[in-house]
């Protein structure tokens, strides 16, 4: 997967949310809200060229006293809920 140029993560009134930025996404209208550990991967593989689920897990294993088992469910979920955003492509 790939991050989408132009979704930045922005703390707004004590809230993590991605916001579109840049010409190409102008007329996005979706507010995505993180909370601490998906804004922390987001920060994460945004910087990258690609990523997988399982780096994702890792990233959580590094951070978070967390079964490997559980990271690869939850990042699993969560790399679906940021495609069907539209903010990730596979």
Known sequence: MKA???F???NVCGEQIIVA???ENIDFSNIISMNESSAYLWKIVQQRES???EDMADL???EYEVERETALADCK?????WIEAG???E
Not at 77 to 81: F, S
Request: charged share 30%; proline share 0%; no cysteine.
């Open 21 to 23: 930025e840049g010409k």
């Open 4 to 6: 989408k140029k132009g």
């Open 60 to 62: 959580l294993l590094e």
């Open 51 to 53: 990523f997988t689920v």
């Open 77 to 81: 979920t969560l790399a679906n809920q």
């Open 8 to 10: 930045n993560l922005r």
């Open 87 to 89: 903010i990730v492509e």
